[in-house]
């Protein structure tokens, strides 16, 4: 007997669904293979028919000792992963009329089965939720823990269940299982504001704040230098918390991709803060940028919508940074393989951080640098211009001293207050750029953009012309320091660009300064 069910495979970030066909018949000779499992199955999925036979005896029905095709449709698409366990054993029970198969070609099923039948979650259940409900299925049947998380897809029965029992007593009719109802937008609004981190905790750095400040109102990228324990990593950390909230399609979006690389918690609904990727500087360009044999998600996708923070940049791999100078440009990543062509969405804020010489303590205050002639030039090498001049802010940080840190009388502005600054700011980008695709800040407009959107006045034009002679700016550079400026008169309310506003921005450039590293 022919059965069909339906799972899904994830490719990218979305999911395309997979029609599992098992065929029950013909006797098998005795020592002969009985089991026939074809469709491009990668190991994890041939290695289930142990687990489906273990499962399927355990639960108290027989595993047939007919001859079982079972077929993973489209053929020529490569089925990776163990989560085809359930939709198979389901589909098997069916064939072999153990089990009454009715509504079986109505739900998506996927689930890892256990020896003793019990289901382990699975990787990008939101996606495949999407998929069931653009196939228009009456729901989904995956296992409890990942049930949260597909609820998140309104319009679909999510059927959460804990072992194979449950879903073959669900199909057969015998067993009521009440649909997950989620309300998105309820948790999503009481989420949105729960970091464990404030600006408030922070003393002194004002010029800092500012920094970030800027960066935050116009998605500027920023990177951080100054000696060991000046607060780079602390500031980098609470960066997060003065951005704007979240959209309910940015935290979909972040979620699908979380969803799909496996690092969503169990029992967990939207991502509902924007996320913060802090990679150790031994990574590799692929952990960083994706990709890999089955590819997957890099740490510049997972900060999607969020920040990723490199910390000490000098120490990273050069081929490493020079991967992320593309994803910077383009805000997505496009991992090419012979077969298959994925787009993974990379649009977040770089944030680095670095000790302004080896020893650390050039341009410091009190201490002296111990570093010999050429170092300090030789070590700021290590960071290739053309990545340089894709980061807008370039900060000082200078250690906060012993009275500042000390001081109890008077608590620093927390970040509720600037994050309502930044979103007045970004409304006002909003409403700019509401009639171009894909730009939501400054940060984002085009070369051809800056241009038209950030006009200088007579003033402005011989400051800026003169900083350009005196510091040798690039011209990408130029462009960057017209949008921070744009963004200073966004965060004023003012709709030009004045001259106040661009020299803070000129200000912002210190490593194309001349004679910074001697």
Known sequence: MLIK???????????????????AGGTVAAGKINYFLVGLPDNAVKEGYQRIEAAIKNIGYQFPRLKLVVNLAPADLRKEGSAYDLPIALAILAATKQI???????????????????????????PIGI????????????????????????????????????????????????????????????????YDRDF???????????????????????????????GKTMLAQRLPTILPPLTLHESLETTKIHSVAGILPGNSGLVSIRPFRSPHHTISDVALVGGGSNPAPGEISLAHNGVLFLDELPEFKR??????????????????RAKVSLDYPANFMLIA?????????????????????????????KISGPLLDRIDLHVE??????????????????????????????????????????????????????????SINQAGAVLLKTAMERLQLSARAYDRILKVARTIADLSASDDIKIEHLAEAIHFRSLDREGWAG
């Open 5 to 23: 069910s339906y799972s899904a495979a994830v490719y990218g970030v979305d999911a395309k669904t997979i029609t599992v066909e098992v065929n």
């Open 100 to 126: 009454n198969g009715a509504i079986l070609d109505q739900y998506m099923i996927m689930g890892e089965l256990s020896l003793d039948g019990s289901l382990r979650p699975i990787k990008g259940a939101l």
């Open 131 to 194: 998929q069931a409900r653009k196939e228009k299925f009456k729901g989904i049947i995956i296992p409890s823990v990942n049930a949260k998380e597909a609820a998140i897809v309104n319009q679909m029965d999510v059927i959460g269940v804990d072992n194979l029992q449950e879903a073959v007593e669900f199909i057969n009719g015998t067993r009521q299982i009440e649909p997950l109802f989620f309300d998105t937008r309820e948790e999503f609004a009481y989420q949105q504001t729960l």
């Open 200 to 230: 408030s905790d922070v003393r002194g750095q004002q010029n800092i704040k500012r920094a970030l400040e800027i960066a935050a109102a116009g998605g500027h990228n920023v990177i951080l230098i100054g000696p060991p324990g000046a």
């Open 319 to 336: 081929t490493v940074l020079e991967v992320l100078r593309q994803p910077m440009e383009d805000r997505k990543v496009t991992i090419s």
């Open 353 to 381: 951080s670095m000790n302004p010489c080896p020893c650390g303590f050039y341009n410091h205050p009190d201490k002296d640098c111990v570093c010999g002639p050429g170092i300090v030039k030789k070590y700021l090498a």
């Open 397 to 454: 940080v200078t250690p906060v001293s012993s009275d500042e840190l000390m001081e109890t009388s008077k608590s620093s502005e927390n970040s509720q207050h600037i994050r309502e600054r930044v979103q007045i700011a970004r409304e006002r980008q909003e409403i700019r750029y509401k009639d171009m695709k894909d730009v939501h800040s400054n940060a984002q407009i085009s070369s051809s953009m800056v241009r038209d959107l950030c």
